[in-house]
Structure formats: C-alpha cells, structure tokens
C-alpha cells in the first residue's frame, strides 16, 4: 500500500488564526486513487523546523504533500527550505509561471513588482505544475525513491493544483484500490450503537475495517474501508455488509456517504410531493437554514417563523397566554401549538417545531441549559419530544436543529409507508 502524508505550513494554522481545510480534501483526493494517508502534520514558520519534519515524513510516507508557504513576503519561507532539503545549489525562473504572473498582474491592474517576480524564481532540482489560479507555482521534487510536492496554501489553488498531482501520481505510481463507503445513522448514541453492532463488526470480513465518526449535526457515520484488491470487488461485498448493518439498525439508518439529514429530509418531501415550514425559537432559524442550504428546496419549503420572544408566539402564531404562563415556553404544549399553527398559516403538510433554552444561562432544576421540545405537526396528528443536551450553546442549536430535521424524517416516513 501506497503512503502519504500532508504537511501545512504556517504560523497561522498553529494560532487558530485560519482553520486547516485543505488537509481533509486533499486527503480525500488521495484515497480515490488508491493511497492510503498516514498523518497530516501543521509546521511552523521556520526553516529549520520545515526540514527537520519534511525530512521525517520522506522518511515514513512515499509521497509528501506540503501546502503554505510560498507567497512573496519573508515569512514564506518553504521554497528556501526545499531548496537546501532538494540539494538544489540554486534557483531557476520557469517561464510558464512567470507569464501567468505577468497575466495575473495585468488583469488586476497591478503593477508588476520584483516580489511578484520572486515567486517564479523555483529550486533548480524542483520540476514545476504550473498554478494558473494564482502566482506561486507547485513543485515536485524527487528525492531517493519518494515523491514531494509542493502546493500554494490557498485553498482554490491548491485543490487546483491536486489535479495535476492526481494524474502524475497515477502515472508515477502503481496504486492499490481503496474503497470506502459510509452509513449514516441518528438518534443512537455512540457506545450504544457499538454495542448492538457488536457481533457484526465482529464478523466483518477480512481486509475489512470500521470507523465510528460522531456528529451533533450527522450523528454516527460508520464507515467501511477496504484497502487493497479490486475496488469493484469490495463494492460487491461491501453492499452485502451495509445490508446486515440496515436489517440491525432499521430507520436510524437515513443515508449514505454524502447524505445529510436535510438532503434526505427534502428527497422525502420530493417523493412524497409533500411540503414544510417550521417555527422556532431556540435554533433561531437554523433548521430552516439548513432545509434551504438543499438545492431544489423550493419544491417543499414554504418559510419560517421565528418566534424568539414570547410575544411572537402569541400575536403571530396564536399560543395562547395562558399556556406561556402555566405550562412555560419550553412546553409540550407550546411547541405543539406552534407547530400546528404554523402549518396551518403557511398552509403546509408539516410543520417542525422548536423551544428551548440553548444556554449557558436560562436554565432551571426542572428544565436545565440544553433543553428542548420539538414538535412535527401533519393534518393528521402532532407529536412531540423532549431531549436533554449537555454542551455548549452552538453545540446544544446545532443538536436541537439536526434532532428536529431527523425527527420531521421519522414523522414523514411513518405516515407515508
């Protein structure tokens, strides 16, 4: 099996200043065609470190990729470090880049300086990927047996960039096939869901592995991977396993690889030529951000009502005072009401319902930070249910909303069977 490992440079990573997204995508590229990556590593701005850790990861891994670094200013200091880690005595200029520079200059209407002119300067050793996104060029390097490259950190162009280095390492390296194929499930708690898959993950073919990947927002993702042997092979198998998995789990599966509760949610609603508005208050619009985020959600969702404050649930959706003041906002009997009426103000066939207190402060003894009823009302019944989070106020919106939408996804199937 084929070993990489991602390298990201920049102070910046390490401070928290900007968040390390090109790690997993890259990743993900990689392991489509078969090469399997072993670490992901963050380096600081300095010379010394970069390859001192570089060196290391030829060391492990077959093939290196780096990303950072090779802006025009002095803390961009990775070409320097690959020059000296490549045995490079000195730099070239590549023209192709130099004229993409020249380009990028024009059409900005910037003046073309001696920094700009810099960044086509590469280590005579490096063979250049040319980066028409932007001014820094990828590197490959060849160093002994193994395979570096060198990629801008910006992420367009370094996804840009990974094309390239995709269709090089395909031809350079003779790679095994990985598969991988992800099961979505919800409303079972990580060691609970252990548990009952017990004897099936046990059972699990040779070659074959299990991953648990919890979410607030997805829940458990189990993924199988199998490494080596013949892709469509494993995917044969493969479906045979997902379908014991499913006989096991019943309805808290809900998707599949790149499903979400919303997508899956708004592919019900499609079928089942249905439509839904929500109402709430604690998620502050979250589920119905995350009904929209779906393209084509304009076939099924008609709109919201977010009753933050009290007042809003009485004048607009019609709770009564007396519930507010006997039962308390965070009520079976309020988010009931609101989901009713909801559904029917904006005329739909269902309506999900939120309330309750995200935290941290706003809690009591009865009814702690992290509390919330949801409600999903149909023309034929409204039901509702009480769940209790402990975490933090984004975490606790993130639970409520991901709860109700999978909630909304019971509701719908159960009735439309």
Not at 75 to 101: F, H, V
Not at 195 to 210: A, H, Q, S, T
Not at 302 to 321: M, Q
Request: aromatic letters at 6%; one cysteine or more.
């Amino acid at each position: 099996m084929i070993t990489a490992s991602i390298c990201t440079i920049g102070d910046e990573i390490l401070i928290g200043q900007i968040v390390d997204t090109n790690s997993a995508k890259i990743a993900n590229m990689l392991g489509e065609i078969g090469i399997k990556v072993s670490y992901t590593i963050s380096i600081a701005d300095d010379k010394k470190e970069i390859i001192t850790r570089l060196k290391n990861a030829l060391d492990e891994t077959d093939v290196v990729i780096v990303t950072g670094g090779l802006g025009p200013t002095k803390d961009d200091i990775t070409k320097d470090a690959l020059k000296e880690l490549s045995g490079s005595e000195n730099y070239r200029e590549s023209p192709e880049q130099m004229e993409i520079i020249r380009k990028i200059m024009k059409l900005r209407g910037i003046e073309l300086s001696d920094l700009n002119k810099r960044q086509a300067l590469v280590p005579e050793k490096a063979e250049v990927i040319a980066n028409p996104l932007g001014t820094a060029p990828s590197m490959m390097f060849r160093i002994g047996t193994k395979l570096l490259f060198s990629l801008p950190g910006v992420p367009y162009e370094a996804l840009g960039c990974m094309n390239s280095v995709i269709g090089i390492l395909k031809k350079e390296l003779n790679t095994e096939d990985i598969y991988h194929k992800t099961i979505l499930t919800f409303g079972i708690p990580e060691s609970t869901l252990a548990k009952r898959i017990e004897d099936w993950e046990n059972n699990l073919p040779e070659g074959y592995k299990l991953a648990y990947l919890p979410s607030p927002m997805s829940g458990v993702r189990l993924r199988i991977s199998k490494y080596g042997g013949s892709a469509k092979d494993a995917e044969i198998k493969t479906a045979e396993i997902v379908s014991q998995l499913k006989n096991l789990l019943c309805n808290a599966v809900y998707g599949e690889d790149d499903d979400t509760l919303q997508s899956v949610v708004g592919k019900i609603l499609l079928k089942y030529n249905l439509t839904v508005s929500t109402a709430e208050s604690c998620t502050g619009g979250l589920v119905s951000s995350l009904l929209t985020d779906v393209p084509g959600s304009s076939g099924y969702y008609y709109g919201s009502i977010i009753s933050y404050d009290n007042s809003i649930k009485e004048k607009i959706l019609g709770v009564s005072r007396e519930i507010i003041e006997t039962r308390g906002a965070v009520s079976r009997e309020c988010v009931t009401a609101m989901a009713e009426n909801a559904r029917k103000i904006m005329k739909t066939d269902y309506a999900v319902a939120t309330s309750g207190i995200a935290g941290p402060g706003g809690g009591t003894q009865d009814k702690p930070a992290g509390t919330v009823w949801i409600a999903v009302s149909s023309k034929s019944k409204t039901s509702a249910r009480l769940f209790t989070f402990n975490g933090q106020r984004e975490q606790n919106k993130q639970r409520f909303a991901a709860n109700a939408l999978n909630f909304l996804r019971e509701i719908i199937l159960d009735e439309n069977r």
